[in-house]
């Protein structure tokens, strides 16, 4: 199954975390900042890694990994190609918490990622690309988009 195409956001919120400035949608930044409280408020220590990316910039990473003579097949199994990603929806958040590797599947085995699965759905959040996952895109337990409207 092929990933969805995406319209690129426009009205985003731009906000800084840990001196680094993020987009999201407004909705999508509102249930953020409540599920990371909330999740402070249980000891889980929730960090934003990427928000918003726009179309442009995904082309740039595709290109920046083409250059590195990475095969066409493992670059789109770790980035969706351009127009096609949930980040250009300003919707979509990659999560870390200290002391896992960044954006890496041992995020799974966290305290973080437990309390996200029990409770990302409460904040209307899910994460996209699970183990064997229909759009053949990693397991990526760190990628989680917000869904409510």
Not at 1 to 16: D, G, H, R, Y
Not at 45 to 65: D, G, M, Y
Not at 76 to 86: H, K, N, T
Not at 106 to 113: G, I, L, R, Y
Request: glycine share 4%; hydrophobic share 35%; net charge neutral.
């Amino acid at each position: 199954m092929n990933l969805p195409k995406q319209k690129e956001a426009k009205n985003l919120v731009t906000f800084i975390e840990n001196d680094e400035s993020f987009q999201a949608t407004e909705d999508t930044f509102k249930a953020w900042k409540k599920m990371k409280k909330n999740a402070l408020n249980d000891g889980i220590e929730l960090v934003l890694v990427s928000a918003f990316r726009s179309i442009k910039r995904q082309q740039e990473l595709i290109n920046e990994k083409r250059n590195k003579n990475i095969s066409e097949n493992e670059i789109f199994s770790v980035l969706a190609r351009p127009g096609y990603s949930e980040h250009h929806t300003g919707r979509a958040l990659d999560l870390h918490t200290p002391g896992s590797a960044l954006l890496e599947e041992d995020f799974e085995n966290t305290e973080a990622f437990m309390w996200l699965k029990n409770n990302g759905n409460k904040y209307g959040f899910y994460m996209s690309y699970p183990r064997n996952n229909d759009f053949n895109i990693i397991y990526e337990p760190w990628h989680w988009c917000f869904s409510r409207n």
